[in-house]
């Protein structure tokens, strides 16, 4: 009897490069929103938090569900 590991659902499709500029670019839309008052307090300031929610758990998980739909991939493997 042999123990394989289980399947993964989710194949990686974010390269290196890009999941390191979306970390980036979530932090920095993360201190506009909470550490600046360039964005305000309303409708601005919670789509950045959107944004950087969305490119935080992306960049944390190495898939990204737009590029499945379009058949991009930015990793080698």
């Known amino acids: 009897m042999t123990l ?3 399947e993964d659902d989710m194949t990686r499709n974010m390269g290196k490069l890009d999941r390191a500029l979306r970390t980036i670019v979530a932090l920095g839309l993360l201190y506009l929103a909470f550490g600046t008052a360039v964005l305000g307090t309303g409708l601005w300031m919670w789509l950045a938090v959107a944004v950087a929610a969305v490119f935080l758990v992306t960049s944390l998980a190495g898939n990204c569900p737009l ?6 991939r930015t990793c080698r493997s």
């Open 4 to 6: 394989d590991p289980p």
């Open 67 to 72: 590029y499945t739909l379009i058949g991009l």
